[in-house]
Each structure stands twice: as structure tokens, then as C-alpha cells.
């Protein structure tokens, strides 16, 4: 069984607190950056505090 590994990799997931780009909707994550997110699908970016 494979449960083990892909409850780590989720739980990495909701550590890192990736987000969904508010314009393409759910499914579109949001790659991060040093200083800032970005999409990669329609290019919005958004800065870090
Ligand atoms: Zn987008």
C-alpha cells in the first residue's frame, strides 16, 4: 500500500501552503518563488509580504 507515502507528500503540501491562482480556479497551483507566486498558466504573480 501506497497510503503512507501520499499522506507525507499532502501533508507537505498543507506545510507549504500552496495556493490556487485566484483567476484559472482550483487545480491551478501557484509555483513559489523566493519573493513572490506566480502561475504558470496565465502568468499572474503574486508578492510575498
Ligand atoms: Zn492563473
Do not use: N, W
Not at 4 to 29: L, N, W
Not at 37 to 42: A, D, N, P
Amino acid at each position: 500500500m501506497r497510503t503512507h507515502e501520499y499522506y507525507a507528500m499532502d501533508g507537505d503540501t498543507i506545510k507549504r501552503t500552496r495556493q490556487f491562482c485566484p483567476k484559472c480556479g482550483s487545480g491551478v497551483y501557484l509555483a513559489e518563488h523566493a519573493d513572490r507566486m506566480t502561475c504558470g498558466r496565465c502568468g499572474y504573480t503574486k508578492y510575498k509580504k
